[in-house]
Nanobody, 119 residues
Framework: QVQLQESGGGSVQAGGSLRLSCVASGSSYCMGWFRRASGKEREGVATISRSGSANYADSVKGRFTISRDNAKNTLYLQMNNLKPEDTATYYC????????????????WGQGTQVTVSS
């Protein structure tokens, strides 16, 4: 059982930046950030393997950067040039699956942290 705790959410104006962190109680192969906006389904934002192979949703490419510190079991998401459409609850997730881009493979989830971007 891996427990995940996100932090770093908040309110920011469009064009601003935030850095999300997620501390895990144990190790995993895949880690990822997902988000759910009000009235919408959860979607993948970015995923990263233990070796550092990263994937991004088209909507965040060039603006968000995912990274991880395996020694600290910590996942990060640097979000730059934020847009109002990035407003959502962001969730950290972890998995021992080898297919990091598949949301259904993630079986450990954090409680989420709210990100609000105003125009």
């Amino acid at each position: 059982q891996v427990q995940l705790q996100e932090s770093g959410g908040g309110s920011v104006q469009a064009g601003g930046s935030l850095r999300l962190s997620c501390v895990a109680s144990g190790s995993s192969y895949c880690m990822g950030w997902f988000r759910r906006a009000s009235g919408k389904e959860r979607e993948g934002v970015a995923t990263i393997s233990r070796s550092g192979s990263a994937n991004y949703a088209d909507s965040v490419k060039g603006r968000f950067t995912i990274s991880r510190d395996n020694a600290k079991n910590t996942l990060y998401l640097q979000m730059n040039n934020l847009k109002p459409e990035d407003t959502a609850t962001y969730y950290c997730a972890a998995s021992w699956s080898l297919y990091c881009t598949r949301e259904s493979n993630y079986n450990y989830w954090g409680q989420g942290t709210q990100v609000t971007v105003s125009s």
